[in-house]
């Protein structure tokens, strides 16, 4: 085989690689543009940062939510089925510019929060930032799992 044969395999098989390897990545949460981005859930626009939340599907399309609460009645609802869902992930309160999986969130719950929605939750990634808006908002401190339940019942 010649060199020149070799070399243009080799640079077609470098696109063909270019071109596959980001097509076999996970599912990410996207972008959310605040003041801009309509909630998938209500349609109001997305303007508080520490509430907002993203649900991630298997084929890569992705959910934005301007309230926790709003995350949970889509998921409860009929718009998605729970085999189609990848992921959930909202904005941790304290730090609104962090993401955190839904299944490692600690929430506080009460109505005394003035999420968007009057969802009246709040998610953290830290136990202690979510014991500080517990003192200030009472209600009580609940895992993912436990603020699912609640949304469906």
Same mark, same amino acid.
């Given at each position: ?5 070799? =070399? ?5 098989? +470098?696109? /063909?690689?270019?071109?596959?390897? #980001?097509?076999?990545?996970? $599912? *990410? ?51 998605? =089925? ?5 992921? +959930?992930? /909202?904005?941790?309160?304290?730090? #609104?510019?962090?993401?955190? $999986? *839904? ?51």
């Amino acid at each position: 085989m010649r060199w020149s044969t070799i =070399r243009r395999r080799g640079r077609i098989g +470098a696109l /063909l690689l270019a071109l596959v390897v #980001p097509a076999c990545s996970a $599912p *990410a949460p996207g972008v959310i543009h605040y003041d801009v981005d309509a909630c998938d859930s209500c349609r109001m626009t997305i303007s508080d940062p520490s509430f907002a939340a993203q649900l991630v599907m298997r084929t890569g399309k992705v959910y934005r939510f301007d309230d926790p609460g709003c995350l949970l009645s889509f998921m409860a609802s009929d718009h998605v =089925r729970a085999a189609d869902v990848h992921s +959930a992930w /909202l904005n941790d309160h304290a730090h #609104p510019e962090a993401l955190l $999986p *839904a299944g490692e969130a600690i929430f506080v719950v009460s109505n005394r929060i003035r999420a968007p929605m009057n969802g009246g939750l709040a998610a953290f990634r830290s136990r202690a930032d979510a014991a500080a808006l517990q003192s200030e908002a009472g209600g009580r401190i609940e895992t993912w799992p436990q603020v699912r339940r609640g949304a469906s019942s």
